[in-house]
């Protein structure tokens, strides 16, 4: 057992020498910025014919589809990460902010709001704002969230 635990603590020093390689260089002009462009774009197509326009055709199917749509792409880029394939997971990144994009124009949502909620959060630990906005259950109520 003794061994095991500097194993652990051997494995984790090693861990925190390990430098992470700098990210690639940022193609010019690929910001955040495209994600309020896309959110407009959306936005602009909702009333499109939804025989020329994946939003338009998506957006009138309800917001139960679109929902289903988010998840499913949210479940392959899921699935890319747990491959740790990059340029899937990549792909896959794209495709579920722009159903995320959709599912904020179909329930009236502006990106400015969401923009808010992080700017709030920003320099906080992630841990302590979960426990800021936790409600205590009832004794042996269930959830369904993940703690």
């Given at each position: ?59 009138a199917r309800g917001t139960p589809k679109v ?48 923009w808010s909620v992080l700017q709030q959060r920003?320099?906080?630990?992630g841990i302590a704002e979960k426990a800021s ?15």
């Amino acid at each position: 057992m003794a061994k095991d635990i500097k194993k652990a603590e051997k494995a984790e020093k090693k861990d925190l020498k390990r430098v992470d390689p700098p990210p690639p260089p940022v193609p010019a002009g690929a910001t955040a910025e495209v994600l309020d462009r896309l959110w407009a774009v959306v936005m602009q197509r909702r009333t499109a014919d939804p025989a020329v326009s994946h939003s338009a055709r998506l957006l009138a199917r309800g917001t139960p589809k679109v929902a289903q749509k988010f998840g499913e792409e949210a479940v392959e880029c899921v699935i890319e990460a747990v491959a740790r394939n990059k340029p899937a997971l990549i792909t896959e990144s794209a495709d579920v902010l722009y159903h995320l994009m959709v599912v904020w124009v179909d329930a009236g949502v502006h990106p400015s709001e969401v923009w808010s909620v992080l700017q709030q959060r920003e320099g906080v630990s992630g841990i302590a704002e979960k426990a800021s906005r936790a409600v205590p259950l009832a004794l042996g109520e269930k959830t369904k969230k993940i703690p």
